[in-house]
């Protein structure tokens, strides 16, 4: 069956270092979504993604979707300690495909 | 607006109880989704209603988990008998039909069964 695989699975930065989280399908996406989990909380929907190729920001972070919708990425720009939690990546249709995540953490 | 509701936030049980665990999805949302989420596993789909029909069950890992939807607003996820290997976070999330397929998650039940 489809999967999604995220990598790092754990990342550990400097605050105001940058970030990346890479997300690979073994199959072809109509569209993607991203979400993240603050220590303890849900999992919260950051973005949705559905163009090849699209390029969405928000703020400090950078989501984008691969030419062939089979991978997406995270960047978070100078990181801050609240950007600490873990980040989903999710094959969207009806149920949605979650990757295992990436887990940040940030020391100031 | 109310968001997903769970109850209750914290369960602990021993080996052999039956657990139930409680969802009230946003009003108005057609779609309900029930999640188990370890360290190992990530998180995992047990199994999703449409319109309170139980769409897809492939994700309950064995006869011990049941899950009803008797009406839009409530759902339950039943463990019986409860085995410390099913100690995870279970969360709950709803989502609207058509638009985007974003999924709105409870703040989830911590299960522990000793």
């Known amino acids: 069956g489809q999967q999604v695989m995220q990598i790092p699975q754990y990342q550990h930065v400097q605050e105001g270092e940058d970030f990346t989280t890479y997300c690979n399908s073994s199959?072809?996406?109509?569209?993607i979504q991203w979400y993240k989990q603050r220590p303890g909380g849900h999992p919260v929907f950051l973005i949705q993604?559905?163009?090849?190729?699209e390029v969405k920001k928000q703020k400090r972070l950078t989501f984008q979707f691969g030419e062939a919708k089979k991978n997406s990425s995270l960047h978070i720009t100078a990181t801050q300690t609240t950007d600490v939690g873990t980040y989903f990546c999710?094959?969207?249709?009806?149920?949605?495909?979650f990757g295992k995540g990436t887990t940040l953490s940030v020391s100031s | 607006d109310a968001g997903v509701i769970q109850s209750p936030r914290h369960e602990v049980t021993e080996m052999g109880q039956e657990v139930t665990l409680r969802c009230k999805p946003i009003?108005?949302?057609?779609?309900l989704f029930w999640y188990r989420q370890t360290m190992m596993r990530g998180l995992e789909l047990l199994i999703y209603?449409?319109?309170?029909?139980?769409?897809?069950d492939s994700g309950m890992p064995e006869d011990r988990f049941s899950a009803k939807m008797p009406n839009a607003s409530f759902s339950t996820l039943k463990i019986q008998p409860s085995e410390p290997r099913d100690s995870a976070v279970y969360f709950c999330?709803?989502?609207?039909?058509?638009?985007?397929?974003?999924?709105?998650f409870g703040p989830g039940t911590r299960l522990t069964v000793l």
């Open positions: 999330a709803s989502r609207l039909a058509g638009g985007t397929d974003t999924q709105y």
């Open positions: 199959t072809t996406l109509s569209n």
């Open positions: 993604l559905v163009k090849s190729g």
């Open positions: 999710a094959g969207a249709g009806t149920a949605l495909i």
């Open positions: 009003s108005g949302h057609d779609y």
């Open positions: 209603f449409n319109n309170n029909v139980p769409i897809d």
